[in-house]
Structure formats: structure tokens, C-alpha cells
């Protein structure tokens, strides 16, 4: 996959020096950047990889807590999930869909086959908006459980529904100051790969994540 | 663009201005600088704090002025009252684990050599790294703010046990706003040490220059790796836990409050939340967080002994790297050794007790590596080495006391006495600063571009050593007698006759305290007018001696750098050991 900088990607010999990686990517004299790009790792990716584990970590540990207090709690009841968060989830996975699409017209945009920076604008905005839909639909469901009077502490199974669709929420949140960030950058033409390819990991993540806490919401809850 | 990806945040270019050169710096050299600062600057309040429960314990009815004059509550007319000789207590291990044990060795002199070490110009992220290092300073500042509030710091302990730290001001003072400003403080320290994790694992995996394969890494760098993971898996638990306390105590929720519990004869409105599930989360993070404290110790040990005692260790790098990949995830399931006595289930107890004796197995072949590679090795007594040793007597002697306390049957004797204090000061607390300070004279040279005074030094040693050994023996040898913990003063009939051993220690942990002022006045003196120190003082042959002291902005003055063989891989030919950094750098 190519860079998505429009002019071909310049490498100065002082930058050169610094290849990272124990070397191993290191760009032969008359290099072609083109090709190390590919299959290079890059601080921006493994910085996503590295902080989705510490993500991973923090749910597990709400997951933990979740089956320990669940097993202490007598008089677990059971909550019914408001209908809402089926269709936020179906929000939610078009997003990454959109971003795919993003990730396609983003590509033909550097290669010079497309020449209107619009088209993988427009994807990119379509994922914003999802994203921001998603955000609205989990406010609903809050307001609709708000209006059975189940609030944050009214019982433990609200409590940790608040819990986990509010931290996954802060993290859309995140992604979403990402998507924008992509697209200012696209707007000057200055968008790297790996930026967009760190931004798309962890939207995607966020998107599984979002599935195994309705899964885990659905069958604890 | 990869290249410039990779790079691109790294060449930023030399600050301008006072404020973006020595404040907001996102230089790695100026926030490991800024880390050691804070460390030392909180290592200064922790053990004054340490001294006036002294005072109390062997004086009861000592006036503190100064206490006095700090919370007239807490301390009216400078003699403290029990709860807030615990308000100390909290917030001297709060102090002391967080902002000097966790920071020092990690996050200050991590920040600063790792990328010279492994040949980079700066971390992966600079700005992430000087936001790390902002938001530990206001987790700092809200950490001693619970000194100047009206109710005084939190009394629950650095563990912060539930429901005590949950139910809010009803459970006695500082525990209102005193607990709240604590959770924050600790939440945002959280926050750093996730990203400066973060930081050292991309910085490990990704900016290594040519040649520089894991296998010739630094072993330092090797331990400020493997415990970058092992911080950002446990941190990244502690935050949750924090979040679930703050809910608890501010939202009304029941994660870890149980119902009909009353406090001062009110029924606290809150049903069916686990304590115990506090301390499952808490002890998630915390025992990986002593590790997280020694595991850099046996680093920065392991990266200092090759050079003092001119030869490679025993077992290479394989061997000690291989032993602390072991201890740090061992750590992992080792928490409810903390809790054999808090109501857990036995069975459980004997689970954690396997895992707990296996750990130190890694721990003892560590040990075994330092000594064995004494053995006949030309060895120069300079400060750096004798504090190493002086690391490793104090971490055997800890990790003694440590198989008493691995079992349930000894532990459920010694759980609440000093004998468990003394333990962990030694094992992970004094070790831990020892080592700190075995890099702090190994560094300083490459960090300031002066030599401290070896003398002075080397006095500083011997009288921080055996003045540990009478303060933290002694603690431990009343803690066998039946000496509890976390009491003010000696109460009970049986424990009054240890007055003079607590007097003993008393006096030995002022004149303790004394003795690091020789260490104050050697680093601000040698900082200004010690002799200037050359490239590579010490014949060490690790990346950050093959530059200027200290190194320029981009640290290594826009060479390449070519590595051809790590620092204890030495010509076959040549016994000796290499005077001058093994790795060969090409050309200019």
C-alpha cells in the first residue's frame, strides 16, 4: 500500500541514519522508501497495539470485578437491555465499514488515481457522523433506563451498566478526536499512512470491544 | 513515509527559551532530569514523615512543632493523635512507593538513557513523555495538598482498603476530602505511568539503530522493557480500582461497600459491595507494583556491576534477562499473598502460596548471577559498585524474611507485625534505593558533565548501609516478638519493654536521614564545581559512554551509529574487558 502523501515521500540522509528496528528495515543506499514502508512497523502503530493492551487490561479487570460482585451479590436481578443499543451496534460496525471505504479512496488519493481529496473526505466524515451517532443512540439508552428509575446507583447491575457503556463511550470519544485529527491532516495533504492505520486499528478495536460488552451486558445484566 | 514517520516526532529541533528548554521540555534528557528532581524532592518529604512517627513511637508524648503549627487537629500542640499518626503512615508509603520507588529508577533515569542506550535521539512520543511527566507533577502536588486541608491526609493506608477508604468522612478524618484528593492523585499517577510505559516499549521495539538487536542491548534497557509491560498491564488496573472507589464514594454506588455496615453508629446507605474485591484489584496491581519498584534495580545492578568488576556476568545477558522475564510474570499471580488473613478462602491461600515460593526461584538465580560473577573478578570498590553490593545484601536479607511470609501457617503469625515492615523496606524499599543511588553515581558523570566527590561517596555508603541494617533488623526482630503494626504507640503490657529497641531505632533512623545531607551536599556542590567528567570515567562500554557528558540535544551529534556486538561480547582473543564502548560506531 502506498504512502497517502500525494508527492513522492522524500528521506533525508540524517533521518535515514535512524532506522529503528535493530536495523532491520534499514533503507539500502539508492532505497526505494516505497517498498520499506510496507512492511515496516512504525511508533504510531505499535503505540496503538501497545496502549489497545493496556484498553484490554482495564476491561478485563471491570469484567472481574463484574462476575466477583455478581457472585457475592445476593438478589442479583436482571436488567432489560433497552432495544436502542441493537441498533447502536449496527452503527457502530457501519462505522468501520465506512472507514474501510475511507481507507481505499484515502489510497487511490496518494497513488494519484483520484484527484478530488472530496471522495475520501466524504467516507471519512460518514464514519465521524456514525461515530458520533453511535454516542447519541448509548445517550438514549441512558435516558430510557434513567426514565425507569434505574439510575447509577440504584442497584449493582445498573451500576456496572453505567460503568462499562460510559467507559467504552469515553473511548469513542477518543477515537472520534482521531478521526478528526486524520481528516485535518488529509485536509493539508499531509497524512501519513501509519497515521491512518494506527486511527483505523483503534476504531476497529473499539468496535470488537463494543460486541463482547453487549455480550457481556446481554447475558450478566 | 515511514521513515519520516517513524522520525518525524523524534527530530524535533533544539528548544529555544528558558521555558521550553528547562520546564516544558519534551528533551528525554531534561524530563529524566525533571523525574530524578521530583523523586529526590519527595524522597525528602516521605522520610521526614518517616521521622516524626519515629519520634512518636518512641517518644508518645513529643512535641512536633511543626505538626503543631500543620493540622492543629491532627497534631494539637505538636503531639499527634493516632489518626493521624496513620495520616503519615498513608502518606508516607503513598509518597514513597508512587512518587520516589516507581518514578526514580524507572521514569527518571529510564527517560534519560534508554534511547542513548539503545541509539536514538529522543522516545517515540516526546510529547506524551513530557505529558507524563506533568501529570505526575500534579498528581504530586494534589498528594501533598491532603496536608493542608482542614481534615488532613487520608488515615486508610497506602493500600486505601475498602469500605475504610469508601464510606467518605464518616470513617474518621482525612478520610472525606483527604481520600478523594488521594484517589485523583493516584488516578492521574496511573495515567502517567501508562503513558510513559507506553512510551518505553515503542521507543524499545521501534528507534534502535542499525545493529542494535535485542541481543546487544543494555541490560538496563532490558529491565526498563520488561518492566514497562509489566507497569502498563498493573497500572492499567489501578485505574479502574480507583474509578470503582470514586464512584463508590462520591455516586453512592455498592462495589465495595456491604450492606448494614455501620460507621460511628450510622448505617451507611449502601448493600451487598465487596471489600474483598478491593482487595483482589487492589493486590492485582500492587504485588506487580514491587516489582515494578526492583525490577529496574536489578537493571540498572546488572548494568553496573560488568564495569566495576571488568568482566561479563555469569550466564551472559540470557540469564538475568531470562530471570526477570520470570519474575515479571510470575508477578502476576502471586496477589493473594497479600491476603491470607483477610478472609479469603484457605484453599485460595495455598494457591497463592505455590506461585509465591516459585517467584523467588528468578529471584534467587538474579542473586546468584551478582555473586557468582564476583568470583574472581578485578574489582574496583568505586561508589557505583559498593552501592550495588550493598543493593544486593539488602535484597537477600529481605527476600529471607520473605519465605516466613510465603507460607500461611508463619504468615498468619507475622501478617500485622513490623516484622512484615521491615521485610518490605529491606526487600523492596531500601534495595530499590540503593540501587537508585548505585545510578545516581554511576550517571551523574554522563548526566551533569561533573564527577561527584568519591570520598564523600563512598562515606555516604557506609553509613546509609549500616544504618539501614540497625533501623530495618531491629524492626524486624521486634515484629518476631509480636510487635504490630500501624499502632502509635505501645500499648498492650507485652509490647512496652521494646521501648529501648524502639528508641534504638528511632535514633538510627535520624542519624539515617543525617547522613543523606553528605549525599545533598556532594550532588549540589559536584553539580557546580566538581571536576569536569570526560566522556567514559569508568570504562563502561554501553552506547551512552560513547558520547559527550552530558550528551548534546540529539545525543550522539548526528553519527551513525553502526552496533557490531553487545556490551559483554568481547573479542575471544582479548580477556580483558574493553575500556571503551564495545558496540563500534561507524564514521561521522
Redesign the interface.
Known amino acids: 500500500m502506498a504512502t497517502t502523501i500525494p508527492e513522492p515521500p522524500r528521506i533525508s540522509d540524517r533521518l535515514r541514519d535512524y532506522s529503528g528496528n535493530g536495523g532491520k528495515n534499514w533503507i539500502p543506499a539508492a532505497g526505494n522508501a516505497r517498498v520499506l514502508q510496507d512492511r515496516r512497523f512504525n511508533p504510531a502503530q505499535t503505540g496503538i497495539w501497545v496502549a489497545l493492551a493496556a484498553i484490554t487490561m482495564s476491561f478485563a479487570a471491570l469484567t472481574s470485578a463484574l462476575v466477583v460482585r455478581q457472585g457475592v451479590s445476593v438478589g442479583w436481578g436482571h436488567i432489560t437491555l433497552p432495544p436502542i443499543l441493537f441498533s447502536n451496534t449496527f452503527v457502530l460496525l457501519a462505522s468501520s465499514v465506512t472507514l474501510e471505504f475511507a481507507r481505499r479512496r484515502v489510497t487511490s488519493y496518494a497513488r494519484g488515481i483520484e484527484s478530488n481529496k472530496a471522495v475520501p473526505m466524504g467516507w471519512l466524515a460518514a464514519t465521524l457522523f456514525l461515530g458520533l451517532l453511535f454516542i447519541a443512540g448509548q445517550y438514549t439508552a441512558w435516558l430510557q433506563l434513567k426514565s425507569q428509575g434505574l439510575y447509577l446507583a440504584t442497584n449493582t447491575n445498573s451500576s456496572f451498566f453505567y460503568l462499562f457503556t460510559g467507559v467504552h463511550a469515553a473511548h469513542i470519544l477518543g477515537g472520534l478526536l482521531g478521526l478528526v485529527y486524520v481528516m485535518s491532516k488529509l485536509h493539508r495533504s499531509v497524512l501519513r499512512r501509519s497515521t491512518f492505520a494506527a486511527c483505523a486499528q483503534y476504531w476497529h478495536f473499539m468496535d470488537a470491544l463494543w460486541l463482547y460488552l453487549l455480550l457481556l451486558l446481554w447475558t450478566r445484566i | 513515509?515511514?521513515?519520516?514517520?517513524?522520525?518525524a516526532?523524534?527530530?524535533h529541533a533544539p528548544p529555544q527559551g528558558f521555558i521550553r528548554k528547562y520546564i516544558f521540555s519534551i528533551d528525554h534528557k531534561v524530563i529524566g532530569i525533571q523525574y530524578t528532581t521530583l523523586s529526590l524532592v519527595a524522597a525528602f518529604i516521605g522520610m521526614v514523615l518517616s521521622w516524626a512517627m519515629r519520634i512518636h513511637l518512641a517518644w508518645p508524648n513529643a512535641h512536633i512543632p511543626i505538626l503543631g503549627w500543620l493540622s492543629p487537629n491532627g497534631a494539637p500542640g505538636g503531639v499527634m493523635t493516632p489518626e493521624y499518626y496513620l495520616s503519615l503512615m498513608t502518606m508516607h508509603g503513598t509518597i514513597m512507593a508512587f512518587f520516589v520507588l516507581t518514578a526514580a529508577p524507572m521514569a527518571g533515569y529510564g527517560n534519560f538513557m534508554l534511547p542513548i542506550q539503545v541509539?536514538?535521539?529522543d522516545m517515540?512520543?516526546p510529547r506524551l513523555n513530557m505529558a507524563s511527566f506533568w501529570v505526575t507533577f500534579i498528581g504530586f502536588l494534589l498528594a501533598c495538598a491532603t496536608f493542608f486541608i482542614p481534615d488532613g491526609p487520608p488515615l486508610s493506608g497506602w493500600t486505601a482498603y475498602a469500605p475504610l477508604s469508601a464510606v467518605g468522612s464518616v470513617a474518621g478524618p482525612g478520610q472525606g476530602w483527604g481520600q478523594n484528593l488521594w484517589g485523583l492523585s493516584i488516578a492521574l499517577f496511573c495515567v502517567a505511568s501508562?503513558l510513559g510505559?507506553?512510551n518505553f516499549?515503542?521507543?524499545t521495539?521501534?528507534?534502535?539503530?542499525?545493529?542494535?538487536?535485542?541481543s546487544r542491548m543494555a541490560l538496563s534497557t532490558w529491565a526498563w522493557f520488561i518492566n514497562a509491560w509489566v507497569s502498563?498491564?498493573a497500572?492499567?488496573?489501578l485505574?479502574?480500582?480507583c474509578?470503582?472507589l470514586v464512584?463508590d464514594r462520591l455516586?453512592?454506588?455498592?462495589?465495595f461497600i456491604p450492606g448494614g455496615l455501620v460507621f460511628n453508629d450510622q448505617l451507611q446507605p449502601h448493600s451487598?459491595?465487596?471489600p474483598?474485591?478491593f482487595q483482589?484489584?487492589f493486590w492485582?496491581f500492587g504485588h506487580p507494583e514491587v516489582y515494578i519498584i526492583i525490577l529496574p534495580a536489578f537493571g540498572i545492578v546488572s548494568h553496573i556491576m560488568p564495569t566495576f568488576i571488568r568482566k561479563p556476568l555469569v550466564g551472559g545477558w540470557k540469564v538475568i534477562t531470562f530471570a526477570e522475564i520470570a519474575v515479571g510474570t510470575l508477578s502476576f499471580v502471586v496477589w493473594g499473598h497479600h491476603m491470607f488473613v483477610s478472609g479469603m478462602s484457605p484453599y485460595m491461600a495455598m494457591v497463592f502460596s505455590v506461585p509465591t515460593l516459585f517467584i523467588t526461584i528468578p529471584s534467587v538465580i538474579a542473586v546468584l548471577v551478582w555473586v557468582f560473577s564476583l568470583y574472581g573478578a578485578n574489582i574496583r570498590f568505586d561508589t557505583p559498585l559498593l552501592y550495588s553490593l550493598g543493593f544486593i545484601s539488602l535484597f537477600i536479607t529481605g527476600g529471607i524474611g520473605g519465605f516466613f511470609l510465603a507460607q500461611p501457617s508463619t504468615d498468619s503469625y507475622l501478617h500485622a507485625t513490623s516484622f512484615v515492615v521491615g521485610h518490605f523496606h529491606f526487600t523492596m524499599g531500601l534495595s530499590a534505593i540503593f540501587a537508585t543511588f548505585a545510578g545516581f553515581y554511576y550517571w551523574f558523570p554522563k548526566m551533569f558533565g561533573r564527577m561527584l566527590n568519591e570520598k564523600l561517596g563512598k562515606l555516604h555508603f557506609w553509613l546509609s548501609f549500616i544504618g539501614v541494617y540497625c533501623v530495618f533488623i531491629t524492626m524486624q526482630l521486634t515484629g518476631m516478638t509480636g510487635a504490630v503494626r500501624r499502632y502509635s504507640a505501645l500499648v498492650d503490657d507485652f509490647m512496652v519493654p521494646l521501648l529501648p529497641a524502639y528508641r534504638f531505632m528511632t535514633i538510627a533512623a535520624l542519624l539515617l536521614g543525617a547522613a543523606q545531607l553528605i549525599f545533598l551536599y556532594n550532588a549540589i556542590w559536584s553539580r557546580f564545581k566538581g571536576p569536569k567528567a570526560p566522556d567514559n570515567p569508568w570504562g563502561a562500554t554501553t552506547l551512552e559512554w560513547d558520547t559527550t557528558s552530558p550528551p548534546p540535544f540529539d545525543n550522539f551529534g548526528?553519527r551513525?551509529?553502526?552496533v557490531y556486538h553487545g556490551p559483554m561480547q568481547y573479542d575471544g582473543e582479548k580477556s580483558e574487558m574493553q575500556t571503551s564502548p564495545a558496540p563500534s560506531i561507524a564514521g561521522t
Open positions: 513515509m515511514a521513515e519520516t514517520t517513524a522520525h516526532a523524534v527530530h541509539g536514538a535521539a517515540a512520543f501508562l510505559s507506553l516499549i515503542v521507543t521495539l521501534d528507534l534502535r539503530t542499525k545493529g542494535m538487536k535485542l502498563l498491564l497500572f492499567a488496573v485505574l479502574p480500582t474509578l470503582l464512584l455516586a453512592g454506588t455498592s462495589f451487598g459491595g465487596s474483598l474485591l483482589h484489584l492485582f548526528g551513525q551509529l553502526i
